[in-house]
């Protein structure tokens, strides 16, 4: 027998950690939703930059459906065939040499992390374990991963936190300079950090990062769960911005719903993860792998990813009226289908306001900070879509200065 279920059950039956909006959705299409009460809604959060390709795309479901038929998990003491077709694929359209796969963003940089430290010990010896990464960035919620992390709030009351870590300015080439050294092990960052406020790197920082990496023997590590597989506009970000990275993480968007993470690695460095060193049980299952093969097949094309840069405009171009009649917004800033609103001063702290009103408004939307709303749409959005959820916005805007 199904049991109904309604929204204030999640305050009884779930570990408080998330406090999730009022509707529960039963559906999707593209990049519409609907609720239990059969209200619809415009997606342009996209499961915080997962739904990459909208709801219920008929060739993810297709494959899905076809890999549910066939064979669900054996566990990495078999390997698999979509394993393996996906791991090639990554190498042939990225500089992976090598794949390592989990089952979310914060484990695969949990696997990056690990075996950056592993690959310093092996070649230099033990005193090389030093992280550096940057502040305001994310990098999942694993106690390693959140403590390289550079938001101190969600560290607090779980110590004692890894060692070995510093956490430096973005984009701030000097503060990286005078940090690094011979005991540095690796560099991790985001392309464009999301949840930190939707920030690009720059390009000379990115490419002094790498410089400065090479100098010091210290691996790379880009962070491109939220800004890969698409979003930015190149497959991944690191290729519109001529820097190569030693590791790069992928989950979110490559996945298009169906849990699942990735690391790719140089082989100089993807050696030091020997038998034993490393593993996850789900991580490779033949389910999971057949859907991203399928998403990462529809993403590369070239169609698609000229697209982006269109839908871009038609978003920015579309916010900026909003923002000539009602002066909400200081900067619009982001690259391809990440795009960040930050609000002017006089409504500082309020993302969450605008947020719930959007809803109110059948739109769906995210924010990245208290001051920052952010969209991550379907990267195949329609038009119509796009037009339609941006007259919402404007409704929730009037409201929300109102
Ligand atoms: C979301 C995110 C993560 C964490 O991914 P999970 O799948 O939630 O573990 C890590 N890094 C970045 C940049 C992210 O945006």
Same mark, same amino acid.
């Given at each position: 027998?199904?049991?109904?279920?309604?929204?204030?059950?999640?305050?009884?039956?779930?570990?408080?950690?998330? %406090?999730?909006?009022?509707?529960?959705? #039963?559906?999707?299409?593209?990049?519409?939703?609907?609720?239990?009460?059969?209200?619809?809604?415009?997606?342009?959060? /996209?499961?915080?930059?997962?739904?990459?390709?909208?709801?219920?795309?008929?060739?993810?479901?297709?494959?899905?459906?076809?890999?549910?038929?066939?064979?669900?998990?054996?566990?990495n003491v078999m390997t698999n065939e979509p394993a393996l077709r996906l791991a090639q694929k990554f190498c042939q359209k990225t500089f992976a040499d090598r794949v390592y796969f989990c089952?979310?963003? /914060?484990?695969?940089?949990?696997? %990056?992390?690990k075996l950056a430290r592993r690959y310093a010990f092996d070649h230099f010896g033990d005193h090389k374990y030093e992280i550096i990464s940057f502040r305001e960035s994310f990098h999942g919620r694993t106690l390693f991963t959140v403590s390289v992390g550079g938001q101190p709030k969600y560290t607090e009351g779980f110590g004692p936190i890894p060692g070995g870590l510093t956490h430096l300015p973005f984009n701030d080439l000097k503060a990286l300079q005078?940090?690094?050294? /011979?005991?540095? &092990?690796?560099?991790?960052?985001?392309?464009i950090q999301g949840?930190?406020?939707?920030?690009?790197?720059? @390009?000379?920082?990115?490419? /002094? #990062?790498?410089? =400065? &990496?090479?100098?010091?023997?210290? #691996?790379?590590?880009?962070d491109e769960v939220q800004s890969g597989a698409g979003r930015s506009g190149d497959l991944y970000a690191y290729m519109g911005l001529g820097v190569v990275p030693d590791i790069l993480t992928t989950a979110k968007g490559i996945s298009g719903g169906f849990p699942f993470g990735a690391m790719l690695a140089s082989e100089k460095i993807a050696k030091s993860f020997i038998v034993g060193t490393h593993g996850?049980?789900?991580?490779?299952?033949?389910?999971? &792998?057949?859907?991203?093969?399928t998403? +990462?097949? +529809?993403?590369?094309?070239?169609?698609?990813?000229?697209?982006?840069?269109?839908?871009?405009?038609?978003?920015?171009?579309? =916010?900026?009226?909003?923002?000539?009649?009602?002066? @909400?917004?200081?900067?619009?800033?982001?690259?391809? +289908?990440?795009?960040? &609103?930050?609000?002017?001063?006089?409504?500082?702290?309020?993302?969450? #306001?605008? +947020?719930?009103i959007a809803l109110e408004n059948n739109l769906m939307i995210l924010m990245a900070g208290a001051d920052v709303i952010r969209f991550a749409p379907s990267l195949i959005i329609p038009d119509n879509d796009i037009d339609q959820g941006l007259e919402n916005f404007e409704k929730a805007v009037e409201q929300f200065i109102r």
């Open positions: 027998m199904t049991i109904k279920v309604k929204r204030a059950l999640f305050d009884k039956v779930m570990v408080p950690n998330y %406090a999730p909006l009022q509707i529960i959705p #039963v559906k999707g299409k593209g990049s519409r939703v609907w609720d239990q009460n059969g209200t619809q809604f415009i997606d342009f959060a /996209g499961g915080i930059a997962v739904s990459s390709l909208g709801h219920a795309h008929p060739k993810l479901v297709n494959t899905l459906k076809q890999q549910s038929e066939k064979l669900w998990h054996l566990s089952n979310s963003g /914060g484990e695969a940089n949990e696997a %990056a992390l005078q940090a690094i050294s /011979g005991r540095t &092990c690796a560099v991790i960052m985001e392309p949840e930190g406020g939707i920030i690009p790197a720059t @390009t000379a920082f990115t490419k /002094g #990062v790498r410089k =400065l &990496c090479d100098q010091h023997n210290a #691996v790379l590590i880009f996850s049980t789900c991580g490779g299952n033949p389910l999971a &792998c057949s859907v991203v093969e998403v +990462l097949d +529809l993403i590369s094309s070239k169609k698609l990813l000229n697209g982006i840069q269109a839908k871009r405009k038609r978003f920015i171009t579309g =916010l900026k009226k909003i923002n000539q009649k009602h002066n @909400t917004f200081k900067e619009f800033r982001g690259k391809g +289908l990440l795009i960040g &609103c930050e609000l002017n001063d006089a409504y500082k702290g309020k993302a969450r #306001v605008l +947020l719930s």
